[in-house]
Each structure stands twice: as C-alpha cells, then as structure tokens.
C-alpha cells in the first residue's frame, strides 16, 4: 500500500493527481458519442486528447443523419471523398440551394436534423402572371432574396408539392407569412399596411399530404374576426413574420423519398383580401421547438 501512495507523488512530495489529459482519447470519444455537436466543440478546446478525440469519424458520423450519402449526392456533383465525417457534418450544417436555386436543405446544428424551405417560387399561386394581383419583391428577409406579395384578390390560392428523401422520423411543415408590405425608409425597416384587409371575415384552410396516404389540416384566421368563438383564431401581428404550422407527418425509411403536397386557401369569393407575404415553406423535425410562433 506504501508503494501505491508513493507513486502519487513526485520527489518534492506533492501530489500526481491524474488529470483530464491522461484520460485515453478512446474514452473521451465514447463519451462524445453522446454529446450534441457544439457540446463536443467546446470540449474539444480543452486539451489535445479532447481535441483528437473530438475529430474520430466515428463520433461524427453518429450525428449525421442516415440520408447523409443521398444529401451529398444531390447537393455537390464532385464526391467529397477527401472529407472527414466532421467536415462532411460542418458542410452540411450551413444551407444548399437545389433545383435551380427554389429550395434550400442544411442540417441543424444541435441535433443533426434535416430541415427544408421551399421558396414562393416554386409554388402555385393563382393570378401570380397578373401584376394587378401578385408581385414578387426583393428583400434581404428572405433566405431565397424574394416574397411573393398579394395587393388584391378574390380567389386566394397557394399550393405545391415536392418529393424529397427524408430521414425517418416525424416532421412538421410551415407556412412562413406576412402581414404587410416590408421596405426599407432612411435606412430603417418599414412594413406598409395599406392593402391589409379581408384576413378577419373568413378563415385560412392549410393542409399538407404525402405520397403514403397521409394528411393534416387545419384553418385559421390571419387576423382577429369580429366576432368571438369562432374555431383556429390566431392573431397575427402585422408586420411581423409568422410560421403557420399546417401538420406533421411522418417517414418511415429513410431510404424512400417521400412526395409532399402542401396548400393555402381563402376562396370564399364574397369579398377580397390582400396585404399578404408568402415567403416559403419550412420542415422541420417536430422535436425541434424553435420553430416559430405559431405550432
């Protein structure tokens, strides 16, 4: 027992305590298989067997998600062999534009999630062709530089449909929107109200549906009707962007794409509406809480 004690000290007596550097990188590593990526991060800043331990591909291929293969196929037609599992994950995480520029896909930081917008652009809008109607507006509040805005119509209809290779799990789909027109004054944000009307006598019907038979719907008033009582109230704050969950649905494999469909519709044509942006369409993991106001 002496021996043991006198091997913890040094020549002057002081105690050897062992520390974090003596941890193998092995252990460190496992116990990174169970940490969120900008956890492993931090830690990796502590010493160089955290910081080793923090680049094994086999820590970071646990955070990708199992459709990773078919993301880089799509996104980038020069394979990215040269890449380690960590880099592939960083690449990822920042937002790729596909099909011409009208979607975008990246990967949540946190939990490696799958999330997806789809741009104005490539959706249906009944009257887009006439500028009396619809116009389509630059602005730097949108991922994809441009919203669809409504002045006037009777017969307000958006819809789209997509199909897509999702990681199993379920999902939540968004409609990103608007009260108000956004400019900019003197170098400030300004939103115009003018054409706002029409959102508070009947209610806003969403529905999304997939390619395996499944469907979600529901509706809502943008603005507060005149009356009490009635079924989806939701006040939408003018001039501030609102995402409008519509439903979820759910992947079982993760090696099938799945066809989504999603619309919006208002065509009671017993009065008109307008004053409206469309930005995109959001998905997101359904465990993912930050996902806007409106879920």
Known sequence: MGANLTSLTDGNGDSLKPGLRDIPESCVA?????????EICKLARLNRSFRN???ADFVWESKLPANYRFLLAKLFPDPLDSLSKKEIFAVLSRPHPFDAGSKEVWLEKTTGAVCLAVSSKAMSITGIDDRRYWNFIL??????????????????????????????????????LQLGKPTKRLG????????????????????????????????????????????GITKHIRGSWMNYHVGDFVVSSSNIPTKIKFSMTQIDCTHSKGGLCVDCVLIYPSNFTEKGKYF
């Open 139 to 176: 602005t730097d509040e949108s991922r994809f530089h441009a919203i669809a805005y409504l002045q006037q119509i009777w017969w307000f209809e958006v819809d789209g449909e997509f199909e897509f290779q999702f990681p199993a799990g379920t999902y939540s789909l968004f409609f990103r």
């Open 30 to 38: 496992a116990v990174f298989m169970y940490l969120s990526p900008p």
């Open 188 to 231: 400030r944000r300004v939103c115009n109200f003018d054409h706002v009307h029409g959102w508070d006598l009947k209610p806003v019907r969403f529905q999304v549906s997939t390619s395996d038979s499944q469907h979600a719907s529901c509706q809502c008033f943008l603005e507060d009707p005149e009356k009490n009582g009635n079924e």
């Open 53 to 55: 331990a923090a680049s």
